[in-house]
């Protein structure tokens, strides 16, 4: 089953290419071009009631899917508009936000039983039971397994269609779920016209390349990341930096590490640094920077010198362009150059193989890592 792979997480990495593609062809449409308004370009398949005069989003989740949802946020407030609040499940259920009106619940689970999150949904639905329609429960779930006790909790569901993952570390599901992501946030922008549809397209067409694109970083990365994982082996600690989408990624690098590894790792976005977290630095602390170019390219860049400066090794996950990326990098985890949005599903590749190549070395139980269960259904 494991397919010549040693681990199901390897084998999980390596499927995410064919998971992209299958994202792709359920959500997008081909037939669609700016301008035609016969077809839409996205097809979720929910109903479409759940976004009439929608004046704010509320994401429910933990771990993994925590961090999907921030990059959800980030793509629902910067392209469709929408004021997005990204809550733990775990915290959200005993201190909700106060009610408002036109508000749609999200809440995000790989398994679809997540006691956390299955509670938060229901109480958001049960505090709303019974007012005027305005402030009537909206709910939509986005999981791995539709037929889960998410998927007969809420009526309206975005499958992510990644098939079953066996590692309890979150590999491709967390693609799958970027994916849905991408396609709400468009499928939004696009009936609230709140991006150019020439911009839609483009968007799409980047998205149309990714898998090809996450295939390279596999087949160009995976021997200079084993060989890297063989000097970290014995690491106490990592930080994880990035900014603005991929912050979630740094959150997501470091709980990857963690999780399989043991090693104690913190993601920040990197601007907090000088806040606090830079006392921690020495030559003994790795520093992970994503770097990618867009946005706060620049930023994140002066944010590592900084980090360099205390003498911390420094990794990059960039691509190698416009600056001399050896120059600032003690190593380059490189990925191809991409428009800013899509560059999570990019990033997050090379922190998820150095988890297992470090997790792999230290012959630990990458699949069932110690104390973690594949689905928490308990409080
Ligand atoms: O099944 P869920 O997506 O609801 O699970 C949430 C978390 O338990 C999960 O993402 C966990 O953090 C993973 N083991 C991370 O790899």
């Known amino acids: 089953e494991k397919q010549g792979f040693r681990h199901f997480m390897h084998k999980e990495i390596y499927e995410q290419p064919a998971v992209v593609r299958t994202c792709l062809e359920a959500y997008f449409n081909r037939e669609w071009q700016p301008g035609d308004n016969q077809v839409a370009p996205i097809n979720l398949g929910i109903n479409p009631e759940l976004y009439t005069d929608l004046q704010q989003i509320e994401i429910l989740a933990c771990g993994t899917s925590w961090h999907a949802g921030l990059v959800g946020k980030y793509l629902l407030e910067q392209l469709a508009g929408i004021p997005t609040s990204v809550n733990y499940a775990s915290e959200y259920r005993y201190a909700p936000a106060p009610l408002r009106p036109y508000t749609l619940a999200i809440g995000i689970s790989q398994s679809g039983e997540t006691a956390d999150t299955l509670a938060a949904l229901a109480m958001e639905n049960q505090r709303r039971t019974g007012l005027s329609a305005a402030y009537q429960a909206r709910l939509l779930g986005i999981t791995n397994r539709p037929e889960s006790s998410l998927g007969n909790l809420v009526a309206d569901i975005i499958n992510t269609h990644a098939g079953i993952e066996i590692g309890v570390a979150a590999t491709k599901t967390f693609v799958a779920q970027l994916m849905a992501f991408y396609s709400l946030a468009l499928d939004l922008a696009y009936r609230r016209k709140t991006l150019p549809e020439a911009r839609i397209e483009e968007i799409i067409q980047g998205l149309r390349q990714l898998p090809v694109q996450i295939e390279q970083v596999l087949s160009s990365q995976e021997g200079s990341i084993e060989e890297l994982a063989h000097e970290f082996a014995e690491t106490q600690d990592f930080i994880f930096l990035g900014r603005g989408i991929n912050f979630p990624i740094a959150l997501e690098g470091a709980l990857k590490l963690k999780e399989i590894s043991y090693i104690h790792a913190e993601g920040y976005p990197a601007g ?108």
């Open 272 to 379: 907090e640094m000088k806040h606090g977290p830079i006392a921690l630095l020495d030559a003994k602390v790795p520093v992970v920077a994503i770097a990618m170019p867009g946005t706060v390219y620049e930023k994140v860049i002066s944010n590592a010198q900084e980090a360099k400066a205390r003498d911390a090794r420094l990794i990059g996950v960039t691509p190698q362009n416009g600056f001399d990326a050896a120059e600032i990098f003690n190593d380059v985890l490189q990925v191809p150059v991409v428009d800013e949005l899509l560059s999570p599903i990019l990033a997050v590749i090379p922190l998820q193989l150095l988890a297992y190549h470090i997790a792999a070395r230290r012959g630990l139980d990458v699949d069932q890592p110690r104390n973690l269960a594949k689905s928490v259904t308990v409080e």
